[in-house]
């Protein structure tokens, strides 16, 4: 599996904002975000395909935001009104194919990035 770097993480209190990043070694088909709270399963957060189109988690809706730069070939994870329970690592993963919500469908993957939401 290629690997993935996110950066962006860090401690934050409750109701704060965090950016992630990651950058993505060439162009895929699908990127996304998802994380793992501490004793849980990792779950999907929000993914973006090759035509922008967006789904999120809906646990996180209207608050984050995923988007991604061409350009620079990165997606980004802006997270807003963060929670306690939203303490968690967050991985960037990527696909050549469509989009899953599925951390097993994705080729690419890093190694995570710590969001720690004191209250």
């Known amino acids: 599996e290629v690997q993935l770097v996110e950066s962006g993480g860090g401690s934050v209190q409750a109701g704060g904002s965090l950016r992630l990043s990651c950058v993505l070694p060439?162009?895929?088909?699908?990127r996304g975000w998802f994380r793992q709270p501490p004793g849980k399963e990792r779950e999907g957060v929000a993914v973006?395909?090759?035509?922008?189109?967006?789904e999120y988690a809906e646990f996180v809706k209207g608050r984050f935001t995923i988007s991604r730069d061409n350009v620079k070939n990165t997606v980004y994870l802006q997270m807003n009104t963060l929670k306690p329970e939203e303490t968690a690592v967050y991985y960037c993963?990527?696909?050549?194919?469509?989009?899953?919500?599925?951390?097993?469908?994705?080729?690419?993957g890093g190694q995570g990035t710590q969001v720690t939401v004191s209250s």
């Open positions: 993963a990527a696909r050549r194919g469509f989009c899953t919500m599925v951390r097993s469908d994705f080729t690419y």
């Open positions: 060439e162009y895929v088909g699908c």
């Open positions: 973006n395909d090759r035509y922008d189109g967006i």
